[in-house]
């Protein structure tokens, strides 16, 4: 069965460096989806894509995160000058195009802000 | 996209059905309501979704009230891996954002 893959499981870095967060969704999937958990708290939104272009975004998702569609395969979030407050599960998600159709999530990746 | 209101926790003895209540008292009549579940911190699993008529398939139920203001996941025979948080969600389709609430802890008790 096809599933959503997210690289690196787990990264560390230190506050104010920037890192890449990497997603490949279910390849016939048009729309994908960044979302966060911070430890105990609820799943957050951060932003749709859909054909090359970002869809909607919520308010958590400023100028410090941006996201791609490098190649055909990944979709990536970077987040710029990262803040110990971004420590957080990052999942990565995908759908067909329009329609009723439910979001396939990846595994998340933990990003740890020291 | 409309509320939706879970009780915070739920027991259930393995082998037995769970039934998992949401109340979405202001859903719109274009919006279908999902279910997923979340095991420990891994990413969250699609479970089932609707719009107005029952629905079933290999994991669940879904029985949605007639006035749509409330729904039921029905687990019919919960197993130990079964323990997780669910989460009902209420949106017009499947290509906007999920707004996940705190959802239900299911303990399923040996």
């Known amino acids: 069965e096809p599933e959503v893959t997210q690289t690196p499981s787990h990264q560390v870095t230190q506050m104010g460096q920037e890192v890449i967060l990497r997603c490949v969704p279910i390849?016939?999937?048009?729309?994908f989806y960044w979302y966060r958990q911070i430890l105990g708290q609820k799943v957050e939104f951060l932003v749709s894509?859909?054909?090359?272009?970002?869809?909607?975004k919520s308010e958590i998702f400023d100028d410090q995160f941006s996201v791609e569609r490098p190649d055909g395969s990944n979709f990536t979030l970077k987040i710029r000058s990262t803040k110990l407050e971004d420590s957080a599960m990052y999942f990565c998600?995908?759908?067909?195009?329009?329609?009723?159709?439910?979001?396939?999530f990846g595994p998340g990746t933990r990003l740890t802000v020291t | 996209d409309a509320k939706t209101t879970q009780p915070p926790s739920m027991d259930c003895a393995e082998g037995r059905a769970a039934n998992l209540p949401c109340n979405h008292s202001?859903?719109?009549?274009?919006?279908?309501v999902y279910w997923y579940r979340q095991i420990h911190s891994q990413g969250p699993q699609y479970i089932i979704h609707?719009?107005?008529n029952n629905e079933t398939n290999e994991m669940a139920s879904l029985i949605i009230t007639e006035d749509r203001k409330s729904s039921t996941l029905i687990l019919p025979h919960a197993t130990l891996r079964d323990t997780a948080v669910y989460y009902c969600?209420?949106?017009?389709?499947?290509?906007?954002?999920?707004?996940f609430g705190t959802g239900t802890r299911l303990k399923v008790l040996a």
């Open positions: 609707g719009l107005k």
């Open positions: 998600a995908s759908s067909l195009p329009e329609g009723v159709h439910e979001q396939y």
């Open positions: 969600i209420a949106t017009t389709s499947g290509t906007y954002k999920y707004i």
């Open positions: 894509f859909y054909n090359n272009e970002i869809s909607e």
């Open positions: 390849s016939n999937h048009l729309y």
């Open positions: 202001t859903i719109s009549g274009n919006e279908y």
